[in-house]
């Protein structure tokens, strides 16, 4: 490639060029294309054109109908649609791309949190804004995605939401097929749309194969043999129900379990597998988990295994740090 003219910059794959706007610099791109930001740049200095700033809704716009749809799954193209029209346009309409700041973002993040919105969905929208702002910036839009560090707020973390061992004895007697399909989620750990979409041919040699799954790879997760049985007499879709909402409403119905959620099942697997001494690793690749970091939250030791831990310990006796403590005490006192 020849010499760039004078004035023109390169960020990236764009080309740019610094016009004053306003008693502010501003930077415009000229696109990737070389040949077409000479072209482009020639025109401005002439007079002939006038690079236009892009609006923020154009950009959304953009972003939606090109870039997520390749990046997401239906559900998350949906998602991102709606948060974009629900809160980023509304607070950001008929704001240039270039005039946003990182100021701008923090307010908007502040904005967020007064609204009737769980944390979760606060970051949720965040990283949807500087998804966007990436984007702009790959594609020539701004200079710099003005999106500033540190910005997502720090998530509390929490146990996960699993099921007691009363509340398991509850479920797995509910009358079939609500009994039958819990029996199975505890027993595989799959996602509700994992669930919904396995089948009789899915089955093989007391595996169960997962074709479309989150990560898009195929995995097979054992089946226990207390439901193998009950598995070889199903044809077609294991589960008779589609949607997670009414199967859950009508469980909890039945069985008085106000808080059950189907992804109860999923986190409960994962629990019992670790409490059993289950290995991490295996259990990141029955759960179709990407990253074993994910995996390793169920790892979290509830209170009483903590306990029931010391307890075994301190029972055995010997070189304790409880014998060495207790000890310790003891010698204190009789020097006092």
Same mark, same amino acid.
């Not at 060029?17 to 401005?44: F, H, K, T």
């Not at 984007?135 to 003005?146: D, I, L, M, T």
């Not at 289950?278 to 979290?300: C, F, I, K, P």
């Given at each position: ?74 559900? /998350? ?249 207790? /000890? ?9």
């Amino acid at each position: 490639m020849p010499k760039r003219m004078k004035g023109m910059f390169k960020r990236g794959a764009s080309f740019y060029v610094r016009q004053r706007e306003n008693y502010r610099d501003r930077w415009v791109s000229l696109g990737s294309d070389y040949d077409e930001a000479c072209r482009l740049l020639r025109e401005i200095r002439r007079g002939k054109a006038l690079v236009k700033s892009k609006r923020v809704e154009d950009a959304v716009e953009g972003w939606l109908q090109g870039y997520v749809p390749t990046a997401r799954n239906a559900k /998350g193209v949906k998602l991102a649609r709606q948060r974009a029209s629900m809160y980023f346009v509304p607070f950001f309409k008929f704001r240039s791309l270039e005039s946003v700041t990182a100021e701008d973002l923090r307010r908007y993040r502040l904005h967020l949190e007064r609204q009737p919105l769980s944390p979760q969905s606060v970051v949720h929208l965040l990283s949807d804004a500087r998804c966007l702002f990436n984007w702009c910036e790959a594609e020539g839009f701004v200079a710099r995605s003005p999106f500033p560090r540190k910005l997502l707020p720090r998530m509390q973390e929490r146990p996960p939401d699993r099921l007691t061992d009363e509340e398991v004895e509850k479920l797995v007697r509910l009358p079939d097929p609500y009994g039958y399909v819990v029996r199975l989620g505890l027993g595989t750990g799959l996602r509700w749309g994992e669930l919904s979409r396995a089948t009789s041919a899915d089955v093989k040699e007391g595996m169960l194969t997962v074709h479309r799954t989150k990560t898009g790879k195929l995995r097979r997760v054992p089946i226990p043999r207390a439901l193998r049985e009950e598995l070889r007499l199903r044809i077609g879709k294991l589960i008779p129900f589609r949607h997670s909402d009414s199967f859950a409403k009508q469980v909890r119905k039945l069985s008085g379990v106000e808080h059950f959620h189907a992804h109860q099942m999923r986190h409960t697997f994962a629990c019992r597998w670790l409490e059993r001494g289950g290995n991490l690793s295996a259990l990141q690749r029955a759960l179709g988990h990407s990253s074993v970091v994910t995996t390793e939250r169920y790892a979290r030791l509830t209170d009483e295994h903590v306990r029931a831990e010391a307890e075994r310990i301190d029972g055995m006796g010997g070189n304790s740090v409880a014998d060495s403590v207790a /000890g310790g005490a003891g010698d204190l006192r009789k020097s006092s």
